[in-house]
Each structure stands twice: as C-alpha cells, then as structure tokens.
C-alpha cells in the first residue's frame, strides 16, 4: 500500500519523511522527537561539523558521515564502510537515542546523508526515524529556529539494544554471484555511472548491468521529494519487485536516498551493497563496465 504524503499530523509514528511543519509541531509536543544534523561535504570533510557549530536545529546532535555512520577504510572495503552494529549501537546511546524515542535526520545537501543515517537505525531495528523532507532549508522557510549551543552526550552507559537487522544487506562476493538476476540500480550522477569522470574513486564505471537513478531524480526544484504517486512509477518502472532490487553508488551513502524513496512509497525490502562502487572497483578482478 501506497504511504501517503508527510504528513502534518504529531501522533503518527515515524517511518520515512516528515514536514517542516509536522516536525515543529512534534517539538512542541510532549513527545519531541531526537534531532541528527547530518550534514557533509566529500570534498571538505570537516565542512559539516563547522556548519553544525554555526547553526543548527534546536538540540540537534552532529552525525558525523566518516566519524559516526562509517567504520575506517582499509583501501578494499570502500570509502564510508558500514561499522558494525553494536559500534554503531553505542554511538546513538551517547546522542541519547532509546528504543520508541522518535529521531528525525536533516541535512542540507538535499537528504543523502540525512538517509544514511535513517537507513543505518532502521537496520540497528530502530522504527521510529524519518528524515526532514527539504532539509534544513525547508526549516528556514518556516522560519524555525536555529542555535548553536551543542548538546552533550547522553550519560547512559549501555549500547543501544539492537533489535533485527531489518534492511537487508548483500556483499561483493553475494552481488557477484548475483548478478543478471536482481536488479541492481546505482544512484550516482549519469556521468559518473557512464565512467565519463570519476573524482572520487580510482576507477571510472559501473557495475556490470547496473542501471542508474541518480537519487537527486527524487526530488523537486524546491529539493523535497516528489509526490509519491511519481516516485512510485520511477522506481516500478525498473520492472522489479522490490525484494530483488539492489541499491549502491558510490559509496554506499546516496544509495540511501533511493531505499528512502522506495520505502516512502510502499515498495519496501530493497537490499544495500554498502561498499558500493569505491569498494567493487578496489579489487582489479572485478569486472567493470562502461558508457
């Protein structure tokens, strides 16, 4: 079943998008929900965390892409790795995250890596997370606040209680042996999914028989997802049940804003191959594939 549009509603749980104003209206509720500031910048890796000091949502936590969502590379397991899920459960104890505790995730690079953090708690088997449909822009239409004091750590001592790992993952060695028979859609940019330019990895291409959906296609001019009737048709369009859909791209990052996409339209238990692009190209035996 379709989900409907984010919805402005405060006692709905959280599953995928959430308006501005829906968010501003559960912060003033008896139940606010925990913020992630989860702006990025690949190109400058300490750009989100001075943006973060400067100004951020009221009581926002800093989820830092290469210090908090990602485990240290080793030059054969991709750019931003998936910790593990007890590194990564004790990383949101210390922002203070329980089980049934509502999260809300925003960035202001149009949601990537806002989505990578919404995927990664869902897969700790936390149900309660969104990410802010428009980012922080779409906050500073409303004219919501803004601040720059930080929040501390949460005193908690114990790791959050992981529950299933409810978003299915596969492999290289899995997604190679499994090629041809799911579909597997990468969600870079056309040029860099052709193998036209590569500035981030050392190899230019793609995966053979991948198919591309840049993740920026699901979102509007005004940078907040499209209705979902037309995200829908997009992602059906590929011709498969979610179930045998794949997501990467390059890093394992933006692959997220795809899963979000389809998850915000009902097509739900699509699979993540988090080394991605950077991790499948490392090994030279892999086959790659151009244009």
Known sequence: MTNPPPSTATDAPLR????????????????????LDCGFDLTDVDAGARAHAR?????AHHADLERDLSAPKTGRNGRHPLPTREVF???VARWGVRPGMPVVCYDNQGGPYAARAWWMLRWLGHRDVAVLDGGRAAWAA?????ESDVPGSSAATAPYPLGPATMPTIDADALARTLGRVTLIDARAAERFRGDVEPLDPVAGHIPGARNHCFK??????GRFHAPAALRRTFEAFGAASQQVVHQCGSGVT??????AMEHVGLAGSALYPGSWSE????????VARG
């Open 217 to 222: 296609d699901n979102l509007g001019a005004d």
């Open 280 to 287: 499948w190209c490392a090994d030279p035996a892999r086959p």
């Open 255 to 260: 692959a997220c804003h795809n899963l979000l």
């Open 16 to 35: 995928t998008l959430i308006s501005a104003e829906a968010l501003r209206a559960l912060l003033q509720g008896p139940r606010p929900p925990l913020l």
């Open 55 to 59: 100004a951020h949502l009221p009581g």
């Open 89 to 91: 459960a004790a990383t």
């Open 142 to 146: 409303i004219g919501g606040a803004l």
